[in-house]
């Protein structure tokens, strides 16, 4: 990442400036997005905006974002990256305040545009899927009715680091997979995952965790649902326990970079894992390959998003 948007203005990374009285430093108050492009076309871009801006009013941050200045931004971006396509990370930090907590409106937000190159993508990854570990770190309460996509990240990174040591027994143990990691929330239900939503399948019926369960209302989840139903497909959102995965014919996660992901083993620590030899066993899910509903929406979702898509939806 040679070149990023800082305030509008391409910058080398390495020369891009934030100022210590920031508030979204001080304080966590600011927001962002991720989205990618698809033959330098940014996906979904209208709905990630419209996120966004709703997010910063709760905040008492005034960001309008003018889409055609964006959208020659991220071209730009990509041109002086040499990239042909990238990973996105929109972020508005509050801008600078005095030192401690204020009620004034901030005026003058800080908005850094940061891209690098998609993540390296196995062939398999969309055939034979990840395993979905069930993580000890819970599901935190958002600091709002409906969870913002924040600065906040602590509660994600906590996750992922417990993540990181399951997959270092999963070695240990013959899985090679890659993996992804589900949190409960403090009662006990499903939520979502570190950095996507979650759906399962079972007996032709859709379901996803809902809401008020606290999670994101992720966008690529919300257009899962809009083909579900182009599809004649029953969707449910409700409250599920982990015992509902492993009953279920496919399970799937979803984000913006990934698209949607399909799981194919589930999996947790096993209580004796200090024994020597005592690894983690794994349930499959279905015939331990993408399942043919997953597969439909995936394929639906890449035509209605990818760069010969007629809008944003």
Known sequence: MNYIGLNGVPVRSSEAVVSVMDHGFMYGIGLFETFRTYEGYPSLLERHLERLTEGCLQLGISYQPDIAILRSEIAGLLALNCLRDGYFRLAVSAGEGPLGLTSEEYEQPTVILYVKSLPPVSPTLYTEGKQLWLLETRRNTPETPIRLKSFHFMNNVRA????????????????????????????????????????????????????????????????????????????????????????????????SIQELIPVTRLIRRNPEEGVKGAYPAYVQVGLGKIGPFTRDLLDLYRKKVGANADSDL
Do not use: C, Q
């Open 160 to 255: 992922r680091r417990e993540l990181s040591e399951n997959e270092r027994l999963s070695e240990n143990g013959g899985f090679r997979l890659p993996s992804e990691g589900v949190m409960l929330t403090k009662d006990g239900v499903l939520s979502e995952g570190i950095t996507s939503n979650l759906f399962f399948l079972r007996e032709g019926v859709l379901y996803t965790p809902e809401i008020e369960t606290g999670i994101l209302p992720g966008i690529t989840r919300a257009v899962v649902l809009e083909l579900a139903a182009g599809l004649g497909l029953p969707a449910k959102e409700g409250r599920y326990s982990w015992d509902s995965l492993l009953h279920a014919d496919e399970v799937f996660m979803t984000n």
